[in-house]
């Protein structure tokens, strides 16, 4: 559900796009100062997203049930027994969520590393080759998930598929590419309705492939301990839409990087993006936080519902899918038209209003028509942040560093995704099950704060 999506800027005042120190160099131009790129890629550009997205959020509702499902294995008790050890009256559920959290912060931090690379890699080869890298890897993840009769092979399909998980940001600059100038907000918006639409479908084939128990058919190979689970028919199919997706990019998709740019030499190193001056250094700075808040309740808010409401495994992907209607409603029909009316800023900050006031009903939950109330305003408001966020990161560089910018946007997602998880499990496992939607409501005020303090002004843009 997350609101990993996307943006625009000062083009909806009908000035100029703003320049960063970056634009202001030789090998960087404004957007609205070029030539606009072909657009005829944007919907194959899509479909591809869209495809890697129902795939990666087919996982959401079965956290907890896999990890119920290996209890027992010697690997997850030693692991499990480390962390009782912190705090030996600890109960089950509780204990479960944080190593929950530390297994989603393993994933996220291998993308923050990766996603710097992957995205300055595309500037250098192409978006559609580095495509095809990410989504073979991903392809592999899954089927090495699919038979992981041991938690020690579900633990290495989750590095895998963490390694390669640049594809999103590589998605996404392609769409930068093809949508030049006040275009970029629609392309954004679209990609989050994508998004959006994502994880509808996502959770939903989840739940629905949850129903199918192949563990009956048996080991495959008993040395290597690989075996059918009660969750390898989920599994497989994340990797029929992977294989679905590489055939897509390999027969469908162009090639959207401009050419004749000169792109930053590929790296792994990460920062806040000061490189590119104050604007994205401070819109990456509350992108950081937002998504630290905003991911503590995305991974805990299975375990909440399933601990409070008594939901399964089909209520808990019918959340989801509910998260997912709204957000690709308002990300598709409404987040551009807020944008020309508000401005970018102002269309995040009244999103992050709505995210603060949705975790905090989420931490009152008593009753399932409590968690449906707060679900809108949660939902609508990061359908309306995060594409405004990645607009005005997009637009504050020119075409050969797209990559570079968007990739750095995402690693600081992604560490956001390390840190939150984690975090909102150790407030749940010590303070209660309300301590991360109040604290995450109130960190809240910190990208408020980033994005009222003169963002949009062109006189702080080096």
Not at 128 to 149: E, K, M, P, Y
Not at 150 to 156: C, K, Q, V
Not at 195 to 224: Q, R, T
Not at 426 to 441: C, H, I, N, R
């Amino acid at each position: 559900m997350s609101g990993e999506s996307q943006d625009e800027n000062s083009g909806f005042q009908g000035d100029p796009a703003p320049k960063s120190s970056a634009s202001s160099s030789p090998n960087s131009k404004s957007p609205e100062n070029e030539s606009p790129p072909a657009k005829s890629g944007l919907g194959a550009v899509l479909l591809t997203l869209f495809l890697d997205l129902v795939g990666f959020s087919i996982i959401f509702p079965l956290f907890p049930a896999i990890l119920d499902s290996y209890r027992g294995d010697p690997w997850m008790e030693s692991l499990l027994s480390a962390l009782r050890s912190l705090s030996p009256m600890i109960d089950d559920d509780r204990l479960v969520t944080l190593f929950g959290g530390v297994l989603g912060s393993l994933y996220s931090i291998l993308q923050f590393a990766m996603s710097p690379f992957w995205g300055s890699l595309s500037d250098r080869i192409g978006r559609r080759r580095v495509l095809l890298i990410t989504v073979t890897g991903n392809l592999a993840a899954a089927l090495l998930w699919a038979f992981s009769g041991t938690f020690a092979w579900l633990l290495i399909s989750r590095v895998f598929s963490g390694m390669a998980g640049g594809n999103i940001a590589t998605a996404t600059a392609a769409v930068a590419d093809v949508t030049p100038g006040k275009e970029r907000a629609r392309g954004m918006g679209l990609v989050g309705a994508a998004f959006g639409m994502g994880f509808i479908l996502g959770p939903a084939i989840g739940g629905y492939l949850s129903l199918f128990d192949l563990s009956s058919h048996g080991v495959i190979h008993e040395g290597f301990g690989f075996a059918f689970t009660s969750f390898s028919a989920a599994a497989l199919g994340v990797v029929v839409l992977h294989l679905i997706n590489l055939i897509w990019i390999w027969l469908k998709l162009p090639e959207t990087r401009p050419e004749n740019t000169k792109p930053r030499p590929v790296k792994f190193s990460v920062s806040l993006g000061s490189e590119w001056g104050p604007r994205v250094k401070k819109t990456n700075l509350a992108n950081l936080i937002y998504l630290l808040a905003f991911s503590g309740m995305e991974f805990t808010l299975s375990f909440l519902v399933r601990q409070r409401l008594e939901f399964g495994t089909i209520e808990t992907a019918t959340m989801f899918v509910v998260i997912g209607l709204i957000l690709a409603v308002v990300q598709g029909g409404f987040t551009r038209r807020f944008a020309h009316s508000w401005g970018p800023e102002t269309t995040a900050q009244r999103g992050l209003v709505l995210v603060a006031l949705g975790l905090a009903g989420i931490a009152l939950i008593q009753e399932n028509w409590h968690l449906w109330a707060a679900l809108i305003p949660l939902s609508a408001g990061s359908a309306m942040t995060m594409p405004m966020l990645s607009t005005i990161v997009s637009q504050s560089v020119g075409p050969g560093e797209q990559g570079a910018v968007l990739g750095v946007f995402r690693s600081l997602g992604s560490l956001a995704r390390a840190l939150g998880p984690i975090l909102a499990a150790v407030l749940y496992w010590k303070l209660g099950s309300a301590a991360p939607y109040f604290a995450s409501a109130l960190l809240m005020l910190i990208p408020l704060r980033l994005l009222s303090s003169g963002l949009a002004r062109n006189d702080e843009i080096s």
